[in-house]
C-alpha cells in the first residue's frame, strides 16, 4: 500500500530544508515528499514532511502556528539579519539592561506589521528576493502582517538574548532580532534558531537524521509517521453514514444539519474510522474542500 503520513524530522545545521525533503525522497523511494515551513540552513528543530496523500494537507500545516528558541546578539547589525551575513555596524551593548529589552518586547506581542528580510526566499517579480540582493540590487521589502502570540525572555546575558517566541505564520524571527536591536538603539542580529514546535508537533515527537538513516535503510521507518489527518485535530469531526459517504465520493454535498461559521472547516469519516475529507462551511451546507478517499480506495490508492 502506497505510504501516506507525516514525518516529523529534528533538522540539523548545515541543511537546507529542500536536503532533507531529497533525502527522505531518496532513501525512501516515496516519490511525493514536501514540507512545511522552510527552515534557514543555519537553523535547526522541527521540520515536517507531508508524504504521499498527506501531502494534499500541507497548506494547513504551513498556517499553523510555531514556536521557536532564538538567541539575538545586540549590538551586531548584518545584511541578512542574521550571523551568516556580512557586518554593517558593531557597538558594545552591555549597557542594555533586561528591564529595557522587556519593555522593547511589549511592542511586538500581538497583531503587527512586519518588513521581511531582503535576503529571504519571498518572491519579487517573480524572483526570489535574495537573489536580486545577492547581485546588489537595492530591495525594498513591502510590511506584511504577522502575530507574536507570547514571546518571553528565557536568559540575559548580555549581548545575547535567548527568547521563547510563539507566533503565526509567515514570521520571519531574523526580522525580529533586527527590529529589535532597532528599537533599542544598538542593532542586532540573529545568532542562533531552533523551531520546537510545528502545530501539534514538538521537537519530542523529532526523529534526527542520522536515526532516521538507520531506520530508512532496515525499513523501519515507517513506525514515525503520524496519520495525515493528525494535521487537523484541532477542527470538529463528522462521521459519514453510508449514503453521505457515497455522495462524498461522487463529488456531491453530504447532507449534514450541524450548524456552522462561515468558512468553518471540518474532518470527516466515515463509520468505520477512514479519514475521507476535509468540508468547509458555506452558506447552509458542508461542502466538501478535500477528498481523500475514492471508490476505489480498496484496489489501489489514488497517491
Same mark, same amino acid.
Given at each position: 500500500?502506497?505510504?501516506?503520513?507525516?514525518?516529523?524530522?529534528?533538522?540539523?545545521?548545515?541543511?537546507?530544508?529542500?536536503?532533507?525533503?531529497?533525502?527522505?525522497?531518496?532513501?525512501?523511494? $516515496?516519490?511525493?515528499?514536501? @514540507?512545511?515551513?522552510?527552515?534557514?540552513?543555519?537553523?535547526? +528543530?522541527? &521540520?515536517?514532511? *507531508?508524504?504521499? !496523500?498527506?501531502?494534499?494537507?500541507?497548506?494547513?500545516?504551513?498556517?499553523?502556528?510555531?514556536?521557536?528558541?532564538?538567541?539575538?546578539?545586540?549590538?551586531?547589525?548584518?545584511?541578512?539579519?542574521?550571523?551568516?551575513?556580512?557586518?554593517?555596524?558593531?557597538?558594545?551593548?552591555?549597557?542594555?539592561?533586561?528591564?529595557?529589552?522587556?519593555?522593547?518586547?511589549?511592542?511586538?506581542?500581538?497583531?503587527?506589521?512586519?518588513?521581511?528580510?531582503?535576503?529571504?526566499?519571498?518572491?519579487?517579480?517573480?524572483?526570489?528576493?535574495?537573489?536580486?540582493?545577492?547581485?546588489?540590487?537595492?530591495?525594498?521589502?513591502?510590511?506584511?502582517?504577522?502575530?507574536?502570540?507570547?514571546?518571553?525572555?528565557?536568559?540575559?546575558?548580555?549581548?545575547?538574548?535567548?527568547?521563547?517566541?510563539?507566533?503565526?505564520?509567515?514570521?520571519? $524571527?531574523?526580522?525580529?532580532? @533586527?527590529?529589535?536591536?532597532?528599537?533599542?538603539?544598538?542593532? +542586532?542580529? &540573529?545568532?542562533? *534558531?531552533?523551531? !520546537?514546535?510545528?502545530?501539534?508537533?514538538?521537537?519530542?515527537?523529532?526523529?534526527?537524521?542520522?536515526?532516521?538513516?538507520?531506520?530508512?535503510?532496515?525499513?523501519?521507518?515507517?513506525?514515525?509517521?503520524?496519520?495525515?489527518?493528525?494535521?487537523?485535530?484541532?477542527?470538529?469531526?463528522?462521521?459519514?453514514?453510508?449514503?453521505?459517504?457515497?455522495?462524498?465520493?461522487?463529488?456531491?454535498?453530504?447532507?449534514?444539519?450541524?450548524?456552522?461559521?462561515?468558512?468553518?472547516?471540518?474532518?470527516?469519516?466515515?463509520?468505520?474510522?477512514?479519514?475521507?475529507?476535509?468540508?468547509?462551511?458555506?452558506?447552509?451546507?458542508?461542502?466538501?474542500?478535500?477528498?481523500?478517499?475514492?471508490?476505489?480506495?480498496?484496489?489501489?490508492?489514488?497517491?
Amino acid at each position: 500500500m502506497p505510504v501516506s503520513g507525516i514525518l516529523v524530522i529534528d533538522k540539523p545545521p548545515g541543511w537546507t530544508s529542500f536536503d532533507v525533503v531529497a533525502f527522505v525522497r531518496g532513501r525512501s523511494g $516515496v516519490k511525493r515528499v514536501g @514540507h512545511a515551513g522552510t527552515l534557514d540552513p543555519a537553523a535547526t +528543530g522541527v &521540520l515536517t514532511l *507531508l508524504m504521499g !496523500t498527506a501531502t494534499r494537507l500541507t497548506e494547513y500545516l504551513v498556517d499553523a502556528g510555531k514556536r521557536y528558541t532564538a538567541t539575538v546578539e545586540l549590538g551586531v547589525e548584518t545584511d541578512t539579519y542574521d550571523r551568516d551575513g556580512a557586518v554593517i555596524s558593531e557597538v558594545d551593548a552591555s549597557q542594555i539592561t533586561q528591564a529595557q529589552v522587556e519593555a522593547a518586547l511589549s511592542a511586538f506581542k500581538g497583531n503587527l506589521m512586519q518588513v521581511p528580510p531582503a535576503y529571504s526566499a519571498i518572491k519579487r517579480a517573480g524572483e526570489a528576493s535574495y537573489k536580486a540582493a545577492r547581485r546588489g540590487d537595492a530591495v525594498a521589502m513591502e510590511p506584511r502582517p504577522v502575530r507574536i502570540d507570547d514571546i518571553t525572555v528565557i536568559s540575559y546575558e548580555p549581548p545575547f538574548l535567548t527568547l521563547d517566541v510563539q507566533c503565526g505564520k509567515g514570521f520571519y $524571527v531574523r526580522s525580529l532580532a @533586527h527590529d529589535l536591536g532597532a528599537s533599542l538603539g544598538v542593532g +542586532g542580529t &540573529l545568532a542562533a *534558531l531552533r523551531r !520546537t514546535r510545528v502545530g501539534a508537533f514538538d521537537v519530542e515527537h523529532a526523529v534526527d537524521l542520522e536515526t532516521l538513516r538507520a531506520e530508512l535503510d532496515d525499513g523501519s521507518w515507517q513506525g514515525r509517521l503520524w496519520a495525515p489527518d493528525e494535521v487537523l485535530l484541532g477542527l470538529r469531526a463528522a462521521v459519514l453514514a453510508d449514503t453521505n459517504r457515497a455522495r462524498l465520493l461522487v463529488g456531491l454535498d453530504p447532507q449534514i444539519d450541524a450548524q456552522g461559521a462561515a468558512d468553518e472547516r471540518c474532518r470527516a469519516y466515515d463509520a468505520s474510522g477512514e479519514f475521507l475529507a476535509v468540508l468547509r462551511h458555506e452558506g447552509q451546507r458542508w461542502r466538501p474542500e478535500k477528498v481523500f478517499a475514492s471508490p476505489a480506495q480498496d484496489e489501489a490508492d489514488p497517491a
